[in-house]
């Protein structure tokens, strides 16, 4: 079974830094593209950033290309999402999610993790 | 960046009835288009990939179709489990990839 576990998430003042981390088990990691995906509180789902299997291709939302950093560690089945100069409108829920084929769809979602951003 | 439309906002259906929902693309997206069924509280499903092939696991009252730039999501007969947001998302070409801003479904 596909499970995905968010944490990291937590309170951070305007400006500051956070790392989300997600774990994967059930599947063979190293094979999926990963993607994170936000939601503000009472909102829609907003993509934020993808990365491929190992690592070539990385892409970002322009609402935070140059401040979050997408990565992924396939030896240890988990992906990350540095944060950082974090703004109010970053406030959402992160969701890990996963792609099982060529495309960009999104298959399987973690539970995810709230970051609020408040001074 | 292509932007998606999803109509109406809130739909208030009757147990057992069909409900209808759409979503316009701003530009051709051939059949990439995904649908995704929220419930409070709780992570995105998907149930709908390439415009119309249901997802593992995901009922046979779900069903879509269209292509281009109009899509829609028909729920046969609605049971009470399938009260929640519903989400489009193209993945057309090249990123960003957008959702819809998401249809409620709710009890009549």
């Known amino acids: 079974e596909v499970q995905l576990v968010e944490s990291g998430g937590g309170l951070v003042k305007p400006g500051g830094s956070l790392r989300l981390s997600c774990a994967a088990s059930g599947f063979t990691f190293s094979s999926y593209r990963m993607n994170w995906v936000r939601q503000a509180p009472g909102k829609g789902l907003e993509w934020v950033s993808s990365i491929s299997s190992a690592s070539t291709y990385i892409d970002y939302a322009d609402s935070v290309k140059g401040r979050f950093t997408i990565s992924r560690d396939n030896a240890k089945n988990s992906l990350y999402l540095q944060m950082s100069s974090l703004r109010a409108e970053d406030t959402a829920i992160y969701y890990c999610?996963?792609?099982?084929?060529?495309?960009?769809?999104?298959?399987?979602w973690g539970q995810g993790t709230l970051v609020t951003v408040s001074s | 960046e292509i932007v998606m439309t999803q109509s109406p906002a809130t739909l208030s259906v009757s147990p057992g009835e069909r409900a209808t929902l759409s979503c316009r693309a701003s530009?051709?997206?051939?059949?990439?288009l995904a649908w995704y069924q929220q419930k409070r509280g709780q992570a995105p499903r998907l149930l709908i990939y390439?415009?119309?092939t249901r997802a593992t696991g995901i009922p046979a009252r779900f069903s879509g179709s269209g292509s281009g730039t109009e899509f829609t999501l028909t729920i046969s007969s609605l049971q009470s489990e399938d009260f929640a947001v519903y989400y489009c998302?193209?993945?057309?070409?090249?990123?960003?990839?957008?959702f819809g801003q998401g249809t409620k479904v709710e009890i009549k």
């Open positions: 530009q051709s997206i051939s059949s990439n």
């Open positions: 390439g415009g119309s």
């Open positions: 998302q193209q993945y057309n070409n090249r990123p960003p990839w957008t």
């Open positions: 999610a996963m792609t099982t084929a060529t495309n960009h769809k999104f298959d399987f």
